[in-house]
Structure formats: structure tokens, C-alpha cells
């Protein structure tokens, strides 16, 4: 079972994944504030959701949640490069198509971080 801090993380993390997605769904996103949140969200999987955090703080990790871990890494990542994308959009079409993507890869990001939330329990 994860300590209180890092369940702490967790949900902040899910919070913040909310915030990101309602920056970008603006119809005017402010990339100033969209890249803001981003880098939030990427402080707190630092500061959280890092394996090497978990282990130092000696909590067994089972592999399920190592997995979960790693994707959620894996999607922020992505995620980061969707919104650079989607900042470079110059068509409405195109913008709207990177948008999906950008609210997809939220979407699994939560989804990852409910998982890992559930697993520790």
C-alpha cells in the first residue's frame, strides 16, 4: 500500500490531468499557461510517481504497479509531444485532429493513474 504522500501525489496528478484538459479544450488555448500545466503535471510524476522515489523510500513495488508506472512515464512523454503539435497547428483541421489526440492521451493518462490509485489499495 502506498504512504499517504504519494496517494497525495497521485490525485493531485489526476487534478492536474484535468486542468491540462481544460486549457487546451479552450477555444483560444494559451500555450503559455497550457505549457505551465504540462510542466506541473511533469514535476509531480517527479516528485510522486517515480520508481526510483518509491524505492528509496524502500515501498515494495509489485510489478503491476511498475508497469503502470512506466506507462504513465511513457504517456506523459507522448503527451508532451502532442502538445507541441498541436501548438505548431496552423489548419483548423489539423488543430482539431491534435486536439483529439491531446484528449486521448489525458484520457489514458487518468486512466493509468486510477489503475495505479486502485492497485495500491
Known amino acids: ?20 484538459k481544460e486549457s487546451i479544450e479552450l477555444t483560444e488555448p494559451d500555450f ?4 505551465l500545466h504540462y510542466l506541473k503535471l511533469q514535476t509531480l510524476v517527479q516528485e510522486n510517481l517515480s520508481l526510483e522515489n518509491l524505492e528509496a523510500e524502500n515501498l515494495a513495488i509489485a510489478p503491476r504497479q511498475q ?5 504513465i512515464h511513457r504517456a506523459l512523454r507522448l503527451l ?7 501548438q505548431a497547428s496552423r489548419q483548423k483541421s489539423t488543430f482539431s485532429q491534435r486536439l483529439a489526440l491531446c484528449r486521448q492521451r489525458i484520457d489514458q493518462l487518468q486512466q493509468f493513474c486510477q489503475q495505479f490509485l486502485n492497485c495500491c489499495e
Open 67 to 71: 508497469s503502470l508506472l512506466t506507462e
Open 1 to 20: 500500500m502506498l504512504s499517504s504522500p504519494y496517494r497525495d501525489g497521485s490525485e493531485q496528478f489526476l487534478e492536474a490531468l484535468i486542468t491540462l
Open 32 to 35: 503559455k499557461q497550457v505549457r
Open 80 to 86: 508532451q509531444t502532442d502538445v507541441l503539435f498541436l
